[in-house]
T-cell receptor, first 111, second 119 residues
Framework: DAKTTQPNSMESNEEEPVHLPCNHSTISGTDYIHWYRQLPSQGPEYVIH???SNVNNRMASLAIAEDRKSSTLILHRATLRDAAVYYC????????????FGTGTRLKVLA | DARVTQTPRHKVTEMGQEVTMRCQPILGHNTVFWYRQTMMQGLELLAYFRNRAPLDDSGMPKDRFSAEMPDATLATLKIQPSEPRDSAVYFC?????????????????FGPGTRLTVL
């Protein structure tokens, strides 16, 4: 299973953009890149996913490097409610769709 | 708003007792996953099912854990006998596997979890 590497923690000021990086140098051609986040005392929730092209949704944007070996989750204006652990996960390659969660990035948003 | 439901939300039991956790996946989803989360190990995949058939339970201690899907609306995770090291939050997730050529895509929807404490 392809692995991902993320910083353990990051801080951001409220109302400012946040760029959360993820390295996945062993990604296969058929792996989707997923981002989930886990708010305190809740289960993980879907944020965004992509394959090759950059993606936007109402929650965030996903920027994928041209070689697909890294990606960045972009929160355009961080709010206090965005404080969570963010997980970058690869899935879909090798005929499997199970997720292997890493340690994620704990995002702290400062008021 | 369709959600994955899990019962019970909290369970405190004594070592050696049997524990059963239940999950109701979102109607129409064809995959169900069981995860365990602890401070030390993070989120670990225990087992998953597709169309009610177990596909992978390699993450599960076989001697005491068992996972089943009696029907499409119910998944169960059983621990017998329970031990203090089983104390954790257990999450169920469901999803709908879709294929695009050879690529499998599956967004997972997580339940609120069952917090298990084994004394």
């Amino acid at each position: 299973d392809a692995k991902t590497t993320q910083p353990n923690s990051m801080e951001s000021n409220e109302e400012e953009p946040v760029h959360l990086p993820c390295n996945h140098s062993t990604i296969s051609g058929t792996d989707y890149i997923h981002w989930y986040r886990q708010l305190p005392s809740q289960g993980p929730e879907y944020v965004i996913h992509g394959l090759t092209s950059n993606v936007n949704n109402r929650m965030a944007s996903l920027a994928i490097a041209e070689d697909r070996k890294s990606s960045t989750l972009i929160l355009h204006r961080a709010t206090l409610r965005d404080a969570a652990v963010y997980y970058c996960i690869l899935s879909g390659g090798s005929g499997t769709y199970k997720y292997i969660f890493g340690t994620g990035t704990r995002l702290k948003v400062l008021a | 708003d369709a959600r994955v439901t899990q019962t019970p939300r909290h369970k405190v039991t004594e070592m050696g007792q049997e524990v059963t956790m239940r999950c109701q996946p979102i109607l129409g989803h064809n995959t169900v996953f069981w995860y365990r989360q602890t401070m030390m190990q993070g989120l670990e995949l225990l087992a998953y099912f597709r169309n009610r058939a177990p596909l992978d339970d390699s993450g599960m201690p076989k001697d005491r854990f068992s996972a089943e899907m009696p029907d499409a609306t119910l998944a169960t995770l059983k621990i017998q006998p329970s031990e203090p090291r089983d104390s954790a939050v257990y999450f169920c997730a469901s999803g709908l596997v879709q294929t695009s050529g050879i690529i499998l895509y599956n967004e997972q929807f997580f339940g609120p979890g069952t917090r298990l404490t084994v004394l």
